[in-house]
């Protein structure tokens, strides 16, 4: 039984914790949040077709040789 108990204890403790640091958390607002996630899908894009261009080249050279 003191097993268990120290357990949960120990956890019930931990998610306190937690709470207390989220609550120091400065959250971004919504719309840096938006303004964050087109930045980052735009340049996931950008990359994304970089990458295709450059693999399409690679392999048309490389028939070339073969």
């Given at each position: 039984?003191?097993?268990?108990?120290?357990?949960?204890?120990?956890?019930?403790?931990?998610?306190?914790?937690?709470?207390?640091?989220?609550?120091?958390?400065t959250?971004?607002?919504?719309?840096?949040?938006?303004?964050?996630?087109?930045?980052?899908?735009?340049?996931?894009?950008?990359?994304?077709?970089?990458?295709?261009?450059?693999?399409?080249?690679?392999?048309?050279?490389?028939?070339?040789?073969?």
């Open positions: 039984m003191e097993l268990t108990e120290k357990y949960f204890g120990n956890w019930i403790q931990f998610f306190r914790e937690v709470w207390v640091e989220l609550t120091k958390v959250w971004p607002s919504k719309k840096q949040t938006i303004g964050s996630t087109a930045v980052v899908i735009v340049f996931v894009f950008v990359i994304a077709v970089f990458l295709g261009i450059v693999d399409i080249g690679l392999s048309s050279f490389i028939r070339l040789f073969l």
